[in-house]
Antibody
Framework: QVQLQESGPGLVKPSGTLSLTCAVSGGSISSSHWWSWVRQPPGKGLEWIGEIYHSGSTNYNPSLKSRVTISVDKSKNQFSLKLSSVTAADTAVYYC?????????????WGQGTLVTVSS | DIQMTQSPSSLSASVGDRVTITCRASQSISGYLNWYQQKPGKAPNLLIYAASTLQSGVPSRFSGSGSGTDFTLTISSLQPEDFATYYCQQSYSTPQFGGGTKVEIK
């Protein structure tokens, strides 16, 4: 059973950089899957942030692309998110999730989510 | 970008009711449409993928249909544990979620 676990600071100052890590257990990050970040502002809907393949290939949401970096650490079986120049609008629960490489693809495993608040 | 529009944004229903939620894509996405259920404080849970394929372990009262731009999620007989928010998501291109439909108790 694949499990994903997010970790990182729960509070980030405005204009700072949000950094989160997702540890994958019960499976290899080098499997045929994309590893994604999805966020959800309080009381609002889901927004896909971006994804990475174990080769290092990435895809990002165009609306966030200039501020987002997703990286992978195969030796630790984890991947990470960095979001720069954060504002209060970036306050959200951040989820990591797994998506299949081939079609039809879908998010089949999710972390429990971690709330990140942007505030001074 | 492909926009996903769900309707209604919320609905009230009773246990045993048949419930239908609609998702419309701004352009054809073939059958690349997934449905998720989310309960408060929890991560989304995959219900249906590829428009109509039930994810393993999901009760058969859930069903999905559609192709192209118009899709539906149907709950044939609403159960107490089904009160939640439902999201569609297109996987035709970079992932995009619908705005969600909150199913509340009447």
């Amino acid at each position: 059973q694949v499990q994903l676990q997010e970790s990182g600071p729960g509070l980030v100052k405005p204009s700072g950089t949000l950094s989160l890590t997702c540890a994958v257990s019960g499976g290899s990050i080098s499997s045929s899957h994309w590893w994604s970040w999805v966020r959800q502002p309080p009381g609002k809907g889901l927004e896909w942030i971006g994804e990475i393949y174990h080769s290092g290939s990435t895809n990002y949401n165009p609306s966030l692309k200039s501020r987002v970096t997703i990286s992978v650490d195969k030796s630790k079986n984890q991947f990470s998110l960095k979001l720069s120049s954060v504002t209060a609008a970036d306050t959200a629960v951040y989820y990591c999730a797994r998506k299949g490489w081939a079609q039809p693809n879908f998010f089949d495993y999710w972390g429990q989510g971690t709330l990140v608040t942007v505030s001074s | 970008d492909i926009q996903m529009t769900q309707s209604p944004s919320s609905l009230s229903a009773s246990v045993g009711d048949r419930v239908t939620i609609t998702c419309r894509a701004s352009q054809s996405i073939s059958g690349y449409l997934n449905w998720y259920q989310q309960k408060p404080g929890k991560a989304p849970n995959l219900l249906i993928y590829a428009a109509s394929t039930l994810q393993s372990g999901v009760p058969s009262r859930f069903s999905g249909s559609g192709s192209g731009t118009d899709f539906t999620l149907t709950i044939s007989s609403l159960q107490p544990e089904d009160f939640a928010t439902y999201y569609c998501q297109q996987s035709y291109s970079t992932p995009q979620f619908g705005g969600g439909t909150k199913v509340e108790i009447k």
